[in-house]
């Protein structure tokens, strides 16, 4: 079991950033990737970006490339989410995701431990 705890957000206004953080607590080490997903109101929940756990390559959504950046901390089991240059289209609630398997990195059902939610609102 994996319990995902999200922090960072906020209201920014249009080309501002935010930093968000996931810390990850419980059997982390059997963590094969952590994941950034988003839902806006009426939208299904997309991808974000991802990264695994003990490779270097990181995978973005076209919509946020060149504009966030996904790290991680493995010692401290936490991963962030940079988000410079925001857009108010990028006004979601970030959800943080973990999965113990290879597979989809793309896809929500590839996960199996997501943390509460964290409200981002792009707004001037």
């Known amino acids: 079991q994996v319990q995902l705890v999200e922090s960072g957000g906020g209201l920014v206004q249009p080309g501002g950033s935010l930093r968000l953080s996931c810390a990850a607590f419980?059997?982390?080490?059997?963590?094969?990737?952590m994941a950034w997903f988003r839902q806006a109101p009426g939208k299904d929940r997309e991808f974000v970006g991802g990264i695994v756990r003990t490779e270097s390559a990181r995978y973005y959504a076209g919509a946020v490339k060149g504009r966030f950046t996904i790290s991680r901390d493995n010692t401290n089991n936490t991963v962030y989410l940079q988000m410079d240059s925001l857009k108010p289209e990028d006004t979601a609630v970030y959800f943080c995701?973990?999965?113990?398997?290879?597979?989809?990195?793309?896809?929500?059902?590839?996960?199996?431990?997501w943390g509460q939610g964290t409200q981002v609102t792009v707004s001037s």
């Open positions: 995701a973990a999965t113990y398997i290879s597979g989809n990195l793309y896809r929500p059902g590839q996960y199996d431990y």
């Open positions: 419980g059997r982390t080490f059997s963590i094969y990737a």
